[in-house]
């Protein structure tokens, strides 16, 4: 069993539709990252929480800590947020190290 | 722009021959690392640094060396390239605020 998996692994919706996407770990963790890669590209940062809620735009991200479970929501779904979502979580043990879920496909339909 | 820098961005190796994927910041962070990325799985870490002059495996190190002589500086070399090489690397840096990604080196070993 990975110590990071994601659900879906893909994910079809239309335009306008809500998007959630979830993320388990079971590993003690600092702090959980939510990242954003385009086909082809590169890898952007979208969130770094430790606990509670953020949000940037029409992207929401929480945490519970006691159930070792974030979810990453996005409001308004847009063509252009289809990319691949990976969800990674940074160990308590040292050196700011990321372990990876296998990442969720995102596809937006117009 | 600030930033992690990764060069080239594609190479087509031969089977036995060695290169060296570059990698620069100029955040001043201490802590920086190389993943790979397969087709459909996660990113899986190669080497990590967590200062100049210090440096440490991650989970699939073998065939790669790695040298950290300044903080702005994270080269990984290949010796002797072999096909399970193939991959797409990235290098990142962080601090205690985040994670950044550099756009990728896409290596393909025929």
Not at chain 2, 72 to 99: I, K
């Amino acid at each position: 069993k990975n110590e990071v998996e994601q659900s879906p692994q893909n994910l079809t919706a239309q335009e306008g539709e809500f998007i959630t996407i979830n993320c388990s770990y079971s590993v003690g963790i600092s702090a959980l990252h939510w990242l954003q890669q385009h086909p082809g590209g590169g890898i952007v940062s979208l969130f770094m929480l430790s606990s509670g809620k953020k949000k940037h735009g029409r992207l929401i991200a929480t945490i519970n800590i006691q159930e070792k479970h974030s979810s990453l929501h996005i409001t308004a779904s847009h063509p252009r947020d289809s990319a691949v979502y990976i969800c990674a979580v940074r160990s308590v043990q040292g050196a700011q190290k990321l372990v990876f879920g296998q990442g969720t496909r995102l596809t937006i339909n117009p | 722009n600030a930033g992690v820098t990764q060069t080239p961005k594609f190479r087509i190796l031969k089977i036995g021959q060695s290169m060296t994927l570059q990698c620069a910041q100029d955040m001043n962070h201490n802590y920086m690392y190389w993943y790979r990325q397969d087709p459909g799985m996660g990113l899986k870490l190669i080497y990590y640094s967590v200062g100049a002059g210090i440096t440490d495996k991650g989970e699939v190190p073998n065939g790669y060396n790695v040298s950290r002589s300044t903080t702005e500086d994270f080269p990984l070399r290949l010796e002797l390239a072999a096909p399970s090489q193939t991959s797409v690397y990235f290098c990142a840096s962080s601090d205690n605020y985040g994670y950044t990604f550099g756009s990728g080196t896409r290596l393909t070993v025929v």
